[in-house]
């Protein structure tokens, strides 16, 4: 099968595309033939190891302290099951599925064998497999902050700074769902696209600072990661909630203290990814797609990614 291997960090030019033998499913696994995967910005900073600061050690102890423990790159993918292990109970061959591999990696391939108890479920019946990869990330990540750790609320006033990239996107349409107030932080470029998926308001951060309107939300959620608790402290009402996705590990430690700052990983789990797949099927959250790249240009989708101006979400397509 085709794959994208990495045998060392670095730039994108690390990723190049290799043959490796057909994985065959274990009893309790599946088989997935691949049709789409992603490239998230978690990708990027994982291949070329420019991660939060203090997190450095950590990641490399995960992931391969000299070179990548895992030989083939990716987490999302969307497919479907061509064939299943004996003891396997929860799908069956023909099944189309989505969900995440996590620290196994190996999304960015044509094939990928996963445990039917891992992070995987159908499929939405409603989408492509390249809009079921490209929502995967950004709505895993906003369910966790948003409706698990902030515990979103009808009528509260949530600020996303990051609006049109594939977090920001998603935790519009959720928390449009949750019938709170969205205002989104974006670029002039994407004022509309942001208007479009249910922000109230929005802050063109060429034009405006938020921290000086004035105006107090009950959450901030960062997810670009140049946002701090000084910052946004008077932007946060009595008992506002700040979400620091991509920020350093003294932050996620004072956390800890601070019932007022949430930082840390999101989940990945089934329940998760059925609850965004009854979003996306009942029409609440639709994937935002910028590019679609074929697999054999996935570095090419890595360098646009690392430019850090996409819409949404960057989707590689698995031909066979």
Same mark, same amino acid.
Do not use: Q, W
């Given at each position: 099968m085709k794959a994208i291997a990495w045998a060392k960090y670095g730039a994108p030019e690390v990723l190049q595309l290799r043959d490796f033998k057909k994985p065959f499913p274990k009893n309790k696994e599946v088989l997935i033939k691949i049709r789409a995967s992603s490239v998230t910005a978690g990708d990027c900073r994982l291949r070329a190891s420019k991660v939060p600061m203090g997190f450095w050690l950590p990641t490399r102890l995960a992931f391969g302290m000299t070179k !990548?423990?895992? !030989?083939?790159? /990716?987490?999302d993918i969307s $497919?479907?099951?061509?064939?299943? /292990?004996? #003891? +396997?109970? @929860?799908?069956?061959k023909g099944d189309e599925v989505y969900g995440t591999t996590g620290m196994q990696l190996g999304a960015n391939a044509e094939y990928i064998c996963l445990s039917e108890n891992s992070a995987l479920v159908k499929k939405p019946n409603n989408i492509t497999h390249e809009q079921a990869a490209a929502i995967i990330f950004g709505g895993l990540t906003?369910?966790?902050?948003?409706? #698990?750790?902030a515990n979103i609320q009808r009528g509260q006033k949530v600020l996303v700074n990051g609006a049109s990239g594939a977090v920001g996107t998603a935790s519009i349409q959720l928390a449009k769902y949750f019938c709170a107030e969205v205002? /989104?932080?974006?670029?002039?470029?994407? &004022?509309? @696209? &942001? *208007?479009? @998926? $249910?922000?109230?308001? &929005?802050? #063109?951060?060429? *034009?405006e600072n938020f921290t000086k309107n004035k105006e107090t939300y009950d959450v901030i959620l960062d997810a670009v990661g140049n946002l701090s608790h000084p910052q946004c402290n008077k932007s946060l009402t009595e008992h506002g909630k @700040? +979400?620091?996705i991509n920020t350093g590990l003294l932050t996620n430690l004072l956390s800890i203290a601070r019932e007022n700052i949430i930082c840390g990983v999101a989940g990945e789990s089934k329940e998760g990814l059925d609850f965004l797949r009854a979003r996306v099927e009942a029409g609440d959250i639709e994937a935002v797609i910028d590019r679609v790249y074929p697999l054999e240009q996935t570095a090419e989708a890595h360098r646009y990614v690392d430019k850090g101006h996409k819409k949404g979400s960057v989707v590689i397509s698995v031909g066979h």
């Open positions: !990548p423990r895992v !030989p083939i790159i /990716g987490m $497919g479907e099951i061509e064939s299943a /292990g004996e #003891d +396997v109970k @929860l799908f069956k906003a369910i966790h902050f948003l409706r #698990d750790k205002t /989104g932080i974006c670029s002039t470029s994407n &004022v509309e @696209l &942001v *208007k479009s @998926l $249910g922000a109230t308001k &929005v802050i #063109d951060y060429t *034009k @700040l +979400v620091l």
